[in-house]
Antibody, heavy 119, light 107 residues
Framework: EVQLVESGGGLVKRGGSLRLSCAAS????????MTWVRQAPGKGLDWVSSISSSSTYIYYADSVKGRFTISRDNAKNSLYLQMNSLRDEDTAVYYC????????????WGQGTLVTVSS | DIQMTQSPSSLSASVGDRVTITCRAS??????LNWYQQKPGKAPKLLIY???SLQSGVPSRFSGSGSGTDFTLTISSLQPEDFASYYC?????????FGQGTKLEIK
């Protein structure tokens, strides 16, 4: 069974940093691209960043470029999102999701982890 | 960036109704259009990919159509468990933008 479990969310001050993790199991992690999607309270879905299976291709939304860094460790079946210089508008539930390759749909999602940025 | 516009933003319907949600892309995305269902407090779930392919395990009352810039999600006969929010997403080009969502409520 495919499982994606996010962790690392919490309360952080404006300007602070946080590192999210996503532990994958039930599939060959090293053959899939991965994505982070976020959802602010009461709002819609917002694509954040994607990384290819071997980390060759990395993409970011303009809103997080230069502040967030996506990475993965295929030996540990884990995906990461390092978030720096956090802003109020980064407050959201962050989901990791799997996609086979670019242009593929997000076929499995984790349960999400909440990041709250406070002043 | 490709903008995705869904309509309506909200919709009231009854069990057994046929419902259609539309999604328009700001440029040609061929068939790289996906639909997700999200229930409150839960992660989104993939329903339809590449515009019209039904994800494994999804009931056949869900269907998708369209190509280019105009797409539709149809639920042929609403069931109580279908009341949720629905999002389209383009996977043609980064950023892989989502529509703003359609909240389907019980009438």
């Amino acid at each position: 069974e495919v499982q994606l479990v996010e962790s690392g969310g919490g309360l952080v001050k404006r300007g602070g940093s946080l590192r999210l993790s996503c532990a994958a199991s039930g599939f060959t992690f090293s053959t899939y691209s991965m994505t982070w999607v976020r959802q602010a309270p009461g709002k819609g879905l917002d694509w954040v960043s994607s990384i290819s299976s071997s980390s060759t291709y990395i993409y970011y939304a303009d809103s997080v470029k230069g502040r967030f860094t996506i990475s993965r460790d295929n030996a540990k079946n884990s995906l990461y999102l390092q978030m720096n210089s956090l802003r109020d508008e980064d407050t959201a539930v962050y989901y990791c999701a799997r996609l086979y390759s670019s242009a593929s749909p997000l076929d499995y999602w984790g349960q999400g982890t909440l990041v709250t940025v406070s002043s | 960036d490709i903008q995705m516009t869904q309509s309506p933003s909200s919709l009231s319907a009854s069990v057994g109704d046929r419902v259609t949600i539309t999604c328009r892309a700001s440029q040609n995305i061929r068939s790289y259009l996906n639909w997700y269902q999200q229930k409150p407090g839960k992660a989104p779930k993939l329903l339809i990919y590449v515009a019209s392919s039904l994800q494994s395990g999804v009931p056949s009352r869900f269907s998708g159509s369209g190509s280019g810039t105009d797409f539709t999600l149809t639920i042929s006969s609403l069931q109580p468990e279908d009341f949720a929010s629905y999002y389209c997403q383009q996977s043609f080009n980064t950023p892989y933008t989502f529509g703003q969502g359609t909240k389907l409520e019980i009438k």
